[in-house]
Antibody, heavy 119, light 110 residues
Framework: EVQLVQSGAEVKKPGESLRISCKVSGYSFTSHWISWVRQMPGKGLEWMGRIDPRDSYTNYSPSFQGHVTISADKSISTVYLQWSSLRASDTAMYYC????????????WGQGTLVTVSS | QSALTQPASVSGSPGQSITISCTGTSSDVGSYNYVSWYQQHPGKAPKLMIFDVSDRPSGVSNRFSGSKSGNTASLTISGLQAEDEADYYCSSYTSSSARVFGGGTKLTVL
């Protein structure tokens, strides 16, 4: 069974760093790209970027380029989303999702990680 | 990259059919048959309902169908059921090798 299991909710202060994770199982980790999707409170879905776990090649949405980093660790079948300096506007639910085949669709999703940034 | 345009809300009675539109541009919906639709119930992760404009993943009811004409894609749900009440998002591949989502449509089953 394909599963994407994300790390738990986080509460951080502005300016702090954070890394959240997405551990996959049930398929070959390097066979499918992984995307990250943001959903701000009460708002819609926003594509942040994706990573090819084979070689950690990444694509980012211009809206998120430079503010987040997507990485992968093949040894533990885990993809990460990282911030070096959080802002209050980063408060959102973050989902990882498997890309069935480049470039579409996102066929399996993680349960989401709620990130709250507040002073 | 601007979000794809969807109606904020649609509604229908049980048994009826509804259609949700998704309008993009010649840089996304109009140029690629990589349009997908996602259903999201409150507090849950999105679920893939349609991909490549009109294909259904295994396990998705055939009451859900997709189509595209020009820069506009559509999701049709026939034989509406109470469990279909949810938010629906379209998504498309873009000419900049990115992905863009629609703003989402809230479906109410009356």
């Amino acid at each position: 069974e394909v599963q994407l299991v994300q790390s738990g909710a986080e509460v951080k202060k502005p300016g702090e760093s954070l890394r959240i994770s997405c551990k996959v199982s049930g398929y070959s980790f390097t066979s499918h790209w992984i995307s990250w999707v943001r959903q701000m409170p009460g708002k819609g879905l926003e594509w942040m970027g994706r990573i090819d776990p084979r070689d950690s090649y990444t694509n980012y949405s211009p809206s998120f380029q430079g503010h987040v980093t997507i990485s992968a660790d093949k040894s533990i079948s885990t993809v990460y989303l990282q911030w070096s300096s959080l802002r209050a506007s980063d408060t959102a639910m973050y989902y990882c999702a498997r890309l069935y085949v480049l470039p579409d669709p996102l066929d399996y999703w993680g349960q989401g990680t709620l990130v709250t940034v507040s002073s | 990259q601007s979000a794809l345009t969807q109606p904020a809300s649609v509604s229908g009675s049980p048994g009826q059919s509804i259609t949700i539109s998704c309008t993009g541009t010649s840089s996304d919906v109009g140029s690629y048959n990589y349009v997908s639709w996602y259903q999201q119930h409150p507090g849950k992760a999105p679920k893939l309902m349609i991909f490549d404009v009109s294909d259904r993943p295994s396990g998705v009811s055939n009451r859900f169908s997709g189509s595209k004409s020009g820069n506009t894609a559509s999701l049709t749900i026939s034989g509406l059921q109470a469990e279909d009440e949810a938010d629906y998002y379209c998504s498309s591949y873009t000419s900049s090798s990115a992905r863009v989502f629609g703003g989402g449509t809230k479906l109410t089953v009356l």
